[in-house]
């Protein structure tokens, strides 16, 4: 069964503590993303990785940080330094075809609550 | 990056056609323009995209004006199951990163 997994789907973690999201895709996708979403709000882009070992920052990078070591994974840290962290987390992924990249694969998401 | 203006809010009745408009006035040449829907607490799923003109499949059609500053997503005869939120994407698809969720359009069908 191909697709994306979050790991987990719920997470709760005390003020100032660092916390690491999990995302893995076994589609081969090229490029993996990272979103986050309040509520009844858009998702804004955290970073993205087109290739391994390398990932630029999005829109809200700040308090951050990411790696992609394997082609299948990019987990996402949450540092102590993000100022208001409980969200919901979205991880993506988009094939690399024909010059472009094609639609974002999403996984079920991470809902993060920081106490 | 492209801005994207969607209504907040839609209501509609079963069956009925339903049309969402997304502006994006300030699209770049090579910018293409796809739709996602998302149910709650779900990441979103890919509906349709675009470049210019028409294009159909088998849940939706998305128009896109000559000027292409705007578009429009067409779900035919809605159930209830489509009540969801939809967002309209302007993307530069040769940069990964190069993209902008708006703050989506929620639909709502009613019985």
């Known amino acids: 069964d191909g697709g994306i997994t979050q790991s987990p789907k719920y997470l709760f973690r005390k003020e100032g503590q660092n916390v690491t999201l999990s995302c893995e895709q076994n589609?081969?996708?090229?490029?993996m993303y990272w979103y986050r979403q309040d509520p009844g709000q858009g998702l804004r882009l955290i970073y993205y990785?087109?290739?391994?070992?390398?990932?630029q920052k999005g829109d809200i990078a700040e308090g951050y940080s990411v790696s992609r070591e394997k082609k299948e994974s990019f987990p996402l840290t949450v540092t102590s330094a993000q100022k208001n962290p409980t969200a919901f987390y979205l991880c993506?992924?988009?094939?690399?075809?024909?010059?472009?990249?094609?639609?974002?694969?999403f996984g079920p998401g991470t809902r993060l609550t920081v106490l | 990056l492209a801005k994207t203006t969607q209504p907040i809010s839609m209501d509609s009745y079963e069956g009925q056609e339903v049309n969402i408009t997304c502006s994006h006035n300030?699209?770049?040449?090579?910018?293409?323009i796809t739709w996602y829907q998302q149910f709650p607490s779900q990441g979103p799923r890919f509906i349709i995209q675009?470049?210019?003109t028409k294009v159909t499949n088998e849940v939706a059609s998305l128009f896109i004006p000559a000027d292409r500053k705007s578009s429009t997503l067409s779900l035919p005869r809605v159930s209830l199951s489509d009540t969801a939120v939809y967002y309209c994407?302007?993307?530069?698809?040769?940069?990964?990163?190069?993209?902008?969720f708006g703050d989506g359009t929620t639909l709502t069908v009613k019985p």
């Open positions: 993506a992924s988009s094939i690399y075809r024909d010059g472009a990249y094609n639609e974002q694969f």
């Open positions: 589609l081969n996708h090229d490029a």
């Open positions: 990785s087109q290739i391994v070992n390398d990932f």
């Open positions: 300030n699209i770049a040449t090579n910018d293409y």
């Open positions: 675009g470049y210019k």
């Open positions: 994407l302007v993307a530069f698809l040769t940069n990964a990163g190069k993209s902008t």
